[in-house]
Each structure stands twice: as C-alpha cells, then as structure tokens.
C-alpha cells in the first residue's frame, strides 16, 4: 500500500486528509507497474527524461487534476511580464499590423494585461499609437494640451477632431506651466456659430473655477472632481500656474476597469511597442520612449543574433528605466545570449503561429510546449519572466503555457477577430471574419517596416523575400469587454481544476515536481474534444 502523509488544510471525519508521498509517487521511475498505477509524470520526466527525443505541442499535454480547498474567485491571474512590470491579466496583444494599434492597446490594459502597438508604421505613426493609449487615462495629466484667450473657437475645434478630446486649460501663455486664466469644454463650444471667436469670449474664467493646490494626493484630488461635479479639476502652484489635470472621466474608466494595467506614477495605462534590430531602429526607440512607452519588444524571429545583442545592450544603456523583451528564443542557450545583453524579458516561440510557415519553410523551430518548458526553466534561474508567444488556440492552451513555466502569453489570431483588433468585418458564405496575416507574409513585409522581422540584409544577392507567414481570415470573436474576461475565467478554472490557486503556486509545484501531466495519444486528443455528434453549436461565452 502507498504511503500517506497528512496534509493541512481540509479535513475529513475531523482529521487532516491524506495525501500520498512523493517517494511513493515517483517510485515508478523504478517500478513500472507502480508508475501506470499513479498515473503521472513530472515536468523533469516529460521534458528532460526524453530517450524518445520528442519535442511536445499544447496538445500533447494533459494536466493531472489536483485537490480543490478554494473557491474560483480566490485564483490569482497576476503576473510578470518582465522584470519590473508586472500584470493582473497574463495577457499579451502580439504585435501584428492585425492585431494591436492603440484601440487594441487601450482594451488589453484596460482589462489587466497589455498590448504592444507593432512596427508596421513610420516612426511617428507608432510613436502617435502610443501617445493614444498614454493620454487614454491619465492620473494627473502632467502635460495637457493648452489654449490662451487669444486663440479661436476654430483651434478648439481643430485640435478635437484630431486628438478626440473637447476640454482645455486656458493659460496665459497657451502653455503647460502658463498662470491659470480658466477652461473650456463642450459646453461651451457646442453653441459657437462664429469658428473666428476668441476664446476669452466663452471660455469659463478662473474665479469660477475650482482647483487643487500642487502636492495633493490622487486620492484627494479625486474627492475634490467627486464634491465638485466638474468634468476636469485643475492643478495649480502658489503662483496660479497650471501644473496638472486630472478628469472625471477617468474615474469613471478605474470604477468600470478596476483590473486596468497602470504605471504607479502617473496612473497612464501601460503599452509595448515593437522595434526592429537596424541601426535606425534606435531612432525609433527614442521617439516610443518619448512618447512614454513602458516596454519595447525587439521583434524578430530569431532573437539570437548580434544584430539583437548589439540593440539590446544600447536600449539597456540608453534608457536603464524603460524595460526590453527580447526573442524569439526557443532553446536555453538562445535565451542566455540574451539574459546576458541585459534583457528584462522573454518571447518563446518560433514557427509555431497559426499563420506562421517558418518551420516548413526554414526548417527551423520547436514544438512550443517544450520551448516553453526549458526556456522558462533556465530563464527562472536569472529570475527572468518568459512570454509565450503563439500556438494559443484555447483557454486550455494558456493554462498549460502557465503551468509549464510562461508568466504571461502572447496572442494573436486569438485576438485578431475582435472588434478592437484593426481592420474591417466583411462576411463569407455567411460567416462574419476579419482579416488575419502573419508579419512573414508578404503582405506585411511589403509595408512600413515589415520585412525587418526577417531580413537584415539590403544586398541585392539577399535581399529576395522569403514568405514566412501567409494571410487569411478569423471569426468574429466580439468585444474584448467580453471575451478577456471570459478568457480569465478560463483560466481561473483550468488553475483551479489542478489545485493551483496562482501562477505563482504554479511554477512552483512544476520545479518541486508536484505538478504532473500525461502525453496523450492521438485518440486521447480526439477524445478530449467534442466527438460522437452530428452536428453541434460552439458558443464560447
């Protein structure tokens, strides 16, 4: 008979439960007969005790469930994303010219994770991207667009429909640090016939205007917008000059997002962006950090390069406080070439997208279960977060990507049928689809910036474009507002069905051994997923 061990936590008939021990558990490395009796491997006897050579897919993996002491709602999604930034979602926007722009952006941090704005745009349009999310919703808005009483209705009007937003600090000088004179809003624009009208005619005047004194806490400038019902509540020094903003808006935004991923200082939603590894990519870099973006990407699709080395190690030199994923990697010593260079993150895939060709095309690449696994494995070591990008299809392809060592996933085609996602719905034979590409394919290389992923060369004799990616089309998948919840709660029970109450809890029981999987046979996988039918109907939430 196995041995037991009493383990605290739940009782029954008044004493703790049982647990077998894990000598009697991984006795089976001796006794096989012992070891089909339990059932289970480990995360070191699928992946390292591998005389069959086999690489492992999500689908090859099955969890073993585990005892439930808590309640869904006690699941911790949070988790790191790079060293220093950590999220309440595990959720990544992949930076495909599909999938995030700013509106894309907006929506994942709002809803805990974050999205990185990709690299097919000049270097302004991506700076301008990330400009969109930073000012989307702001603590203390530091640097707010600002008219004098001698500019027009006319400006007002121009700056509104470029930038979406209708209300202004009127300063003395048209400028942030300006004395106070007052405000406008939409109120008092809506009724202007005369564009040519100075602002000094309309504008609400400063002593009808109440503010705040610069040094009050966020907490309390946010009593003051509640007390006062005003739209926007001013900040200003002993000399009247304006030194912030804050909105009501945004309270509205942290009372209906409460998840949302935000910087401490200045409570602005946190965005990514993607850079490519040329020299004129640190052009670029200077202008997204300018624009205030939390994390840069070096996008490409194999991370282990000089060229990604040499751009990893300027980042880290020239902006130490702004945080650099690198990748992609698939093998440890990919991954340790750029710990090395100072990255602050990992992207872990190759080949492995539902729109990716790599592997059939360069033969190069690994299934993404066991890159996730050793990749996370040795990257822990250098506590080091890892991403695992692509081969998401389901809500039990992120869960296995946590639990084999991932502190967040990226996605694309999971994301790429949403309405946040860029592009237009256009229906075939009656299904509603969006339109879906890799960055290899020759669609996207053909734009701004798109073949940097792949090629490095402008010699003629290499300079021929290699499709590593084709275009299609995904489904209509809704409003992220519904379906990143729903890919949470996912989570939450696929966690909570192996005993896991957080991805922290995870990858420690993967490392202590205490975590275990099976390999499932192609029947399994059949069996595993709807079978037997005529025909069905799949709602997804």
């Known amino acids: 008979m196995a041995t037991s061990i009493p383990t605290p936590g739940t009782l029954i008939k008044g004493k703790p439960m049982l647990e077998i021990d894990e000598e009697t558990l991984n006795s089976g490395e001796k006794d096989v007969c012992c070891l089909f009796l339990f059932s289970s491997f480990t995360g070191t006897q699928v992946f390292c005790r591998n005389p069959s050579c086999v690489a492992y897919t999500y689908d090859d993996m099955i969890m073993m469930p585990g005892h439930i002491h808590f309640a869904l709602h006690d699941v911790d999604t949070k988790s790191r994303l790079t060293r220093n930034i950590t999220l309440k979602t595990p959720f990544v926007s992949s930076p495909m010219d599909t999938v995030t722009e700013a509106k894309m952006a907006i929506m994942m941090a709002l809803q805990g994770g974050i999205g990185i704005i990709h690299a097919n745009f000049t270097m302004e349009e991506q700076a301008a991207e990330v400009r969109k999310v930073k000012k989307f919703k702001n603590g203390f808005i530091t640097d707010p667009v600002c008219l004098s009483p001698e500019h027009t209705a006319q400006d007002a009007f121009r700056i509104k429909a470029d930038l979406g937003f209708s209300s ?9 640090g ?15 016939e005369d564009p040519m009208v100075k602002i000094k005619e309309f504008m609400t005047p400063r002593e009808s205007l109440i503010a705040a004194k610069e040094g009050v806490s966020l907490a309390d400038a946010n009593e003051i917008l509640k007390a006062s019902k005003k739209g926007k509540l001013p900040v200003v020094n002993d000399d009247n000059e304006l030194v912030a903003l804050i909105s009501r808006t945004d309270l509205q935004k942290n009372r209906d997002f409460p998840m949302s991923s935000k910087d401490e200082k200045n409570k602005q939603l946190l965005v990514g962006a993607a850079i490519g590894t040329r020299p004129e990519d640190k052009v670029r870099a200077k202008a997204l950090v300018e624009a205030g973006v939390d994390v840069l990407v ?18 880290k030199e020239t902006y130490p406080l702004v945080d650099v994923i690198g990748g992609n990697v698939v093998t440890p010593s990919q991954a340790w070439h750029l710990i090395q260079a100072g990255v602050d993150g990992l992207r872990v895939g190759m080949g492995i997208g539902s729109i990716c060709t790599t592997q059939e095309v360069c033969a190069v690449g690994r299934a993404q279960a066991s890159a996730v696994y050793h990749v996370a494995k040795f990257a822990r070591k250098h506590d080091i977060p890892i991403v695992a990008d692509g081969g998401i299809k ?10 084999l060592g991932a502190s967040c996933v990226m996605m694309g085609s999971m994301l790429a049928g949403t309405d946040e996602a860029p592009g237009e719905y256009f229906y075939q034979d009656g299904v509603r689809l969006k339109r879906y590409r890799g960055m290899g394919s020759l669609e996207a290389m053909s734009k701004e910036g798109g073949e940097k992923r792949y090629v490095w060369e402008g010699k003629s004799q290499t300079a021929v474009k290699v499709a590593q990616g084709v275009s299609g089309a995904v489904q209509d998948k809704g409003t992220l507002r519904r379906y990143i919840p729903y890919l949470t709660q996912g989570v939450r029970h696929g966690l909570q069905d192996a005993g896991i109450s957080s991805i922290r809890q995870a990858h420690e029981r993967l490392y202590d051994d205490k975590l275990r ?18 025909s069905y109907s799949k709602r997804l939430y």
Request: net charge negative; aromatic share 8%; with cysteine.
């Open 394 to 403: 389901s809500t039990g392809h992120i869960t296995k990507a946590l639990c």
């Open 168 to 176: 202004f600090p009127i300063t003395d000088t048209g400028e942030m």
């Open 517 to 534: 999987f099976e390999i499932r046979s192609p029947a399994a996988q059949k069996e595993g997923g709807v079978h037997g039918l005529h």
């Open 178 to 192: 300006g004395r106070l004179v007052g405000i406008i809003s939409n109120r008092d624009t809506s009724f202007i």
């Open 298 to 315: 070096v996008d490409s699709s194999q991370g282990d390069s000089c060229f990604q080395l040499e751009i990893v190690q300027y980042l």
